[in-house]
């Protein structure tokens, strides 16, 4: 058996489909190595039973919760808690080398290569690239680490409430000492960036490894009409529809017809449909939707719909 895995985390169902794509992507691209996933009480027995067919080992594992919820109120993303459950992934001594992957990411091509660098390899976070993105990393696993983490856990907090702010503080020097330790963006990209700095995006863009669906609206919230291949109601740039078509052409080729039998719920039981209303998005709060805005994606049927505005228009203008 490889000493070497590539390692992700879903504490539920939504997240557990997410891994399911990873992994198929994974294999897609010929990678051999072992595909390990931890999984918390939160996964449904259902989906633990199809993970099966995807990963050559299932873990469950103990949910462990941010100390610091509050951070992850202010941030807007409280659902990022659980994300310390992470950590658990140093406690796989029975490998030599492993790489960690949100179940949010999608591998277009083959990153065996990444098993060659050292603890602790990252890409920088476009938020703040001082601090690495904690959604894509190259570890080795060890009791001792793990230990080490959960007592500074414990100590000190995460500034962002998540692993992410944690890792940072363990591993405090990692965009100063060696520059090998940073990986290219091509092994993390966001799709952020294709709205921030479109001309790099158009100029690398074709070398992108790995895509990371960083933030509160993740591919599987989208409406996707399988019949056309596209989304139905998506209106960010053209880079990042593509993107998100390619999460759903891989969801729809291999993952789809493992989980259609299942009786699921929520937005996961109207995965493929062609009537948009169905699907149940996240809540959006007033700053979710400007930054939304920002990236140009309007939610033109709802809240941002055209009536709404002129609605608002009309009160500014005649006090109505
Ligand atoms: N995660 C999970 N359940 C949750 C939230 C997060 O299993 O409710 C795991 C999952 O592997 C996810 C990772 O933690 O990819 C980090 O969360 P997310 O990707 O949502 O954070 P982002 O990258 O958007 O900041
Ligand atoms: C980030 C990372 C994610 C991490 C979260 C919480 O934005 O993308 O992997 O779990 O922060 O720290
Ligand atoms: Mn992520």
Redo the contacts with the bound molecule.
């Keep these: 058996m490889s000493s070497e895995a590539f390692v ?5 169902d939504n ?1 557990a489909i ?1 891994a399911m794509v990873l992994a198929s992507s994974l294999r897609q691209v010929g990678t051999q190595k072992h595909l390990f996933i931890l999984i918390t009480n939160g996964v449904s027995d259902n989906i633990r039973e199809v993970l099966a067919k995807f990963f050559d080992t299932i873990q469950l594992v103990d949910l462990l919760h941010s100390p610091d919820p509050k951070i992850l109120q202010a941030l807007k993303r409280p ?2 808690a ?2 310390l459950t ?1 950590l658990h992934c140093w406690k796989l001594t029975q490998f030599t080398k492993c790489v960690f992957m ?3 990411t999608l591998v277009i091509k083959n990153i065996d290569e990444l098993f060659e660098r050292d603890e602790l390899s990252a890409v920088p976070d476009v938020g703040w690239p001082d601090c690495f993105n904690s ?1 894509v990393f190259v570890y080795q696993p060890s009791d001792v680490t793990f230990n080490q983490l959960i007592e500074m856990a414990a100590r000190d907090g995460s500034f962002d409430g998540g692993d992410q702010g944690l890792l940072n503080q363990y591993f405090s020097d990692w965009s100063t000492k060696d520059i090998g330790r940073h990986l290219s963006f091509i092994y993390n990209m966001t799709l952020a960036s294709t709205y921030s700095y479109l001309p790099a995006y158009k100029r690398f863009g074709q070398n992108v490894k790995v895509i ?1 669906f ?2 509160a609206l993740k591919p599987w919230y989208c409406s996707y009409n399988a019949s056309m291949g596209k989304l139905n109601t998506f209106i960010g740039n053209d880079q990042a529809r593509d993107f998100i078509e390619k999460w759903w052409q891989m969801m729809v080729a291999n993952v789809h017809s493992a989980i259609e039998q299942l009786n699921l719920v929520g937005s996961m039981s109207n995965m493929v449909i062609d009537n948009p209303a169905a699907i149940q998005q996240p809540s959006s709060s007033n700053e979710d939707r400007y930054q939304a805005w920002q990236q140009g994606q309007m939610d033109y049927l709802g809240a941002d719909s055209f009536e709404n505005i002129q609605k608002r228009l009309d009160q500014s203008i005649h006090g109505q």
């Design positions: 992700t985390l879903a504490t539920n997240y997410g659902e990022l659980v994300t992470k949100d179940s949010d959604g990371h960083l933030g």
